[in-house]
């Protein structure tokens, strides 16, 4: 069974914005979105970079958590040229914390993209469809600390952190990039 959905333009998961469309995984996503799990600047905040295999896996849970919870994290389409920049979208995290159980925004978009708005573009979408259309009370993100254009994009999102709420992530090694920030933003 493949793990992408057929091209169906009138799929009822898919988001749209101004600038761009937030779709299921197509086969297509995997090479680009296998080259930027590979970029030094894309992983600087995550504990090393993924392999094609990791990258497959990784495409595998995101569409298992489509099936499981109804939403997930979105390919990313810029509309001006059809092309897969990344993803945007809802996750529910697999590890044990203070605030879990919760369901997290998050995003990767290709480096080349940066700095044009996309990422918080595609997020305010992704949140309004959280609160209006999937009736979450609450989303949170998390990031390492040092990882300043997430927050920023949290930030314009009008999600808050309190320094409570800091964390140790569990899945990543000690080291720079274990101590994690989270955000939150209620209804």
Not at 35 to 55: C, S
Not at 56 to 64: Q, V
Not at 66 to 78: I, R
């Amino acid at each position: 069974m493949s793990i992408f959905s057929p091209l169906n333009p009138l799929e009822p998961l898919a988001l749209e914005t101004e600038r761009v469309v937030l779709r299921r995984w197509r086969k297509s996503d995997f090479k680009p979105f296998a080259r930027m799990n590979q970029d030094p600047m894309v992983m600087e905040f995550f504990p090393r970079r993924l392999d094609a295999d990791e990258t497959r896996a990784m495409i595998r849970r995101i569409e298992s958590g489509f099936e499981e919870h109804g939403f997930g994290l979105y390919a990313v389409e810029l509309k001006e040229n059809n092309g897969f920049i990344g993803f945007v979208g809802l996750s529910v995290p697999k590890f044990s914390t203070h605030f879990t159980p919760c369901v997290e925004i998050g995003w990767r978009l290709s480096s080349e993209y940066w700095g044009r708005g996309l990422a918080t573009e595609a997020a305010r979408e992704v949140m309004r469809a959280a609160f209006h259309d999937f009736g979450l009370e609450e989303v949170v993100s998390m990031t390492a600390i040092p990882n300043q254009r997430s927050r920023r994009v949290m930030e314009k999102l009008g999600m808050t952190t309190l320094p409570d709420d800091d964390f140790d992530h569990p899945l990543v090694p000690e080291g720079p990039l274990k101590r994690h920030v989270l955000y939150r933003k209620r209804r």
